[in-house]
Structure formats: C-alpha cells, structure tokens
C-alpha cells in the first residue's frame, strides 16, 4: 500500500520537474515486478519500463520443499496469471516504448498483457574490479571437488536440492559442499544434512561479508544455485566472473542467465528426476577437471559482456532509440500533464 501511494507522490514530482527539465525519456525502475505496474507512463516523454521480474512461479510438482508455506506460493501464482489481465498493467505495457525483462517467464507474462516490444535484460552485473580479481587462478586441480552454494536459508533457494543431490554421489568421489548463507531454515537444513548422512561432506559457513566471498569463489571449484523461484540471481554473475562452471535448475532467471557451454542446467520436471540429474552433475564436474576449466573459461567470458559498463553502454543505445522513434512519428506522446 505504501508503494502505491508513493507511485502517485512520484508522479506529481515528475510532473513538476518535467515542466522545468523538459525530459527525453522517463525510466522507472522499482519496484521491478509485474505485480505492482508504474504510472509514469503518464508523462508525455517515452515510457521506459524495467528491468523488471513478477513474473516466475514456484513449480508445483516442488510443493513440499516450501511446507507450510506453499499456499502463499499458491496466492502468489494465482495473482500472478491474474495480473495479466488487469487494466493497470495492461495500460502500463501498452504505453510503454521499451520494457526490459528479467526472465523468460516474465516476458511472457508481459507479452500476455500486450507488450510489444520486450529485451531480456538481466537486473545484475559485474563490477569492473570483480573482473580484474577474475584472473587470479582458482584452486583448479585439489583432490577433493568443492561446490559453492550463496543464499539465504528460506524455502525458495532450493537448498534440499543440493544436500539430496549430494546424498546420492558415491563416497569414492571427494566432495564437500559449502553453503553460505543463514536463515530460518538453518537448523532444519543442517538436521536433513545429518538424516542424509552427508553431513561430514557439508559446511555450513553461515554469513560472510561481501567484501570477503572472493576467497569463498576462488577456493571452489563449482558453483550450485538451486532457486525454485527467482528473478535473476546476483551470485550467478559473481561465480560467472570468478571463472566457476555453473551447475543449476534450466528456468526463470538463471536459466537464462547461464550460456550452455559455462554450466549444467537441470530441467525442472520432478523432485526425483530434478535431484538425479543434479547427482549427474555433480559427477560429471568431480569426474573432469578439463570440463571444468573449459566451462570456467567461458563462464568468464560471458562475465565480460554482464559487466556495468556493458550494461550502461546498452541502455544508452536504448535510449537513444526510443527517443529517435518519438521524434520521427510522435508515437510516444501519451497524456498531456
């Protein structure tokens, strides 16, 4: 409710100040979800809208993995496939010039909406100086295969995945997962740890300052994101800059996110099947340090085109476009203030 009642404050300010700087364009960016559409399409200057998510559910053949909470991942899907056809979102896609999108499943929602034009346009990147420390040479070569997993300990991250998965890899291949993060769910994480017997294979490293997981990406050798819903995901491009194969679930955002030959992306079918296929992954990655360092290689490389400085290049260019559109057939003129 406060969101809604700040958008209107935000639009009579841009008014005002529209009436003294005379803007190209206007571009608004929080909230990023489908959820809750913006009014600043109302100003008489081309509408640029995102990047913006909303629009990924939970899969539902995954419901116990989110327990008692499940049913508001229910209300949220069904609010989800409603928005869609509600008159504020509607409007908002329809007068937009540009609208950038987090994931696929978004784009889809937004294109269900009437969208007509949508760029894929992750709302992370990669910080120039997290490139430079990128080159440093990771611990490629130990015995022992060192998965990372970042994220908070609720329901959504998918965490259950991984320590099932792990349960599954022979005890001949070394490997230990740590996980950083804390949450609500830590104890019970660390409980199905000691049920699935794994629990001298898992750390769990709790928080950690951002200014210090650079020595968490360089001493692993892989990187798991097991997110059954999300947007996009921030350490995906970190672990991408610091040269780490990607092992994930293939949706929403990450799976488009990681390019085919930085990663294995599981498909998102059932838990058994999802779990299996993770198991094979790790295996495959314990099994090869040459897969490994060719998908490191280019998961670096695809860093560099997610780093900030090609993201500002890019949406300058956007710019550029939908105001040259405007002033070539008047089509962004939308309500007079």
């Known amino acids: 409710m406060h969101y809604l009642i700040w958008q209107r404050a935000a639009l009579r300010e841009a008014r005002q100040q529209h009436r003294t700087h005379n803007f190209d364009v206007v571009h608004h960016l929080s909230w990023g979800t489908i959820s809750a559409p913006p009014l600043l399409w109302r100003l008489p200057v081309p509408f640029v809208w995102g990047p913006i998510g909303g629009g990924q559910t939970a899969p539902p053949a995954f419901y116990r993995y989110f327990g008692s909470g499940w049913n508001r991942e229910l209300l ?70 060192l998965i990372l997993w970042v994220g908070r300990l609720i329901p959504l991250k998918g965490l259950p995945l991984a320590l099932e998965a792990l ?3 022979e ?37 950690v300052p951002w200014s210090r997981m650079g020595d968490f990406y360089r001493e692993a050798n892989v990187f798991l994101f097991t997110s059954l819903r999300d ?8 672990a991408l800059a610091y040269r780490l194969p990607i092992l994930t679930l293939n949706h929403q955002g990450a799976g488009a996110i990681v390019p085919a030959e930085a990663g294995i992306k599981v498909a998102v079918t059932n838990p058994e099947e999802t779990v299996s296929a993770l198991a094979d992954g790790i295996r495959r990655l314990a099994q090869s340090p040459q897969l490994r360092k060719h998908m490191g290689e280019a ?35 939308y309500a007079a203030l």
């Open 76 to 145: 949220r899907t069904l609010r989800v496939k409603v928005a869609t056809r509600l008159p504020g979102l509607r409007r908002a896609v329809r007068e937009s010039a540009l609208i950038l999108s987090t994931n696929p499943e978004t784009t889809d929602a937004l294109t269900a909406a009437g969208a007509r034009q949508v760029h894929f346009f992750p709302n992370i990147g990669v910080p120039e100086h997290l490139m430079g420390h990128a080159l440093d040479q990771h611990a490629t070569e130990q015995q022992e295969l």
């Open 231 to 238: 947007s996009s995901g921030t350490v995906i491009s970190e």
């Open 299 to 333: 998961a670096w490389i695809h860093a560099q085109s997610m780093s900030w400085q090609q993201r500002t290049k890019q949406m300058t260019e956007w710019y550029e476009e939908v105001v040259a559109n405007k002033r070539v057939n008047g089509r962004y003129s």
């Open 167 to 169: 349960s599954q890899i």
């Open 171 to 207: 005890r001949s291949l070394p490997v230990r997962l740590r996980i950083v993060g804390e949450g609500p769910l830590k104890a019970e994480m660390e409980n199905l740890a000691q049920s699935l017997g794994i629990s001298d294979r898992v750390e769990f490293a709790g928080a």
